[in-house]
């Protein structure tokens, strides 16, 4: 089947660094990768819709220049938090479209920032 | 924006016993897909149901969808400890783009 990792798995950080995490898909190639973030016992929020070779799509109330989307590959999608905030904080999971209705997604990341 | 819905917001049960847990959800809508996250894990997908469908199965799991109510159930039939888990129910509206609920956490206890 289909295989999305992310990397790190998890990550600790001071206020105010740059944090990248990876998403790959393994075995597939995907125009189309999605991040989501989780806070804790709650449910996924779409962040933003990365397109290979275009800008990614945000969604609405998620900061752009803060949240920076490359998705420069097939295989590759990364996720960059800018001057990292406490709030910030959270778990990021990545999904890799692979036909129009199904996605699979990454085991997640979770990012501390003390 | 939350769109889906479940009901409960958790649910314990003893080994052996179903686990039915519901979603509602507010527009129309391409498909619905249920999946399962076990706890700081990446999320597993369970099933699908298109929006012309009424009712799927997939091993121990059922899934019904009434479009007229805009509401889908997942019945996990004779649970076992290791379905202990949040399952969530995620919206597809036609872009391809998924709009989960909220979750339901279930214990299933040996």
């Known amino acids: 089947g289909a295989v999305v990792s992310q990397h790190p798995s998890w990550v600790i950080c001071k206020s105010g660094t740059s944090v990248k995490i990876e998403c790959r898909s393994l075995?597939?190639?995907?125009?189309?990768m999605f991040w989501y973030r989780q806070f804790p016992k709650q449910s996924l929020m779409l962040m933003a819709t990365s397109n290979e070779g275009s800008k990614a799509t945000y969604e609405q109330g998620v900061e752009k220049d803060k949240f920076l989307i490359n998705h420069a590959s097939l295989t590759l999608s990364t996720l960059t938090v800018t001057s990292a905030h406490p709030e910030d904080s959270s778990f990021y999971i990545c999904?890799?479209?692979?036909?129009?209705?199904?996605?699979?997604f990454g085991p997640g990341t979770r990012l501390t920032v003390l | 924006s939350q769109q889906g819905e479940e009901d409960p917001q958790a649910l314990s049960i003893q080994e052996g016993e179903n686990a039915t847990m519901n979603c509602s959800y507010k527009?129309?809508?391409?498909?619905l897909q249920w999946y399962r996250q076990n706890s700081g894990r990446g999320l597993v997908h369970l099933i699908l149901?298109?929006?012309?469908?009424r009712e799927k199965h997939s091993g121990r799991l059922r899934v019904t969808l009434d479009t007229s109510k805009k509401s889908s159930s997942l019945l996990i039939t004779a649970s076992r400890a290791a379905d202990t888990a949040s399952y969530f129910c995620?919206?597809?509206?036609?872009?391809?783009?998924?709009?989960f609920g909220k979750g339901t956490m279930l214990l299933v206890s040996p």
């Open positions: 999904s890799a479209r692979v036909q129009a209705d199904t996605q699979y």
């Open positions: 149901i298109r929006s012309n469908e």
């Open positions: 995620a919206t597809d509206g036609g872009y391809s783009t998924l709009t």
């Open positions: 075995d597939f190639q995907a125009t189309t």
């Open positions: 527009t129309s809508i391409n498909n």
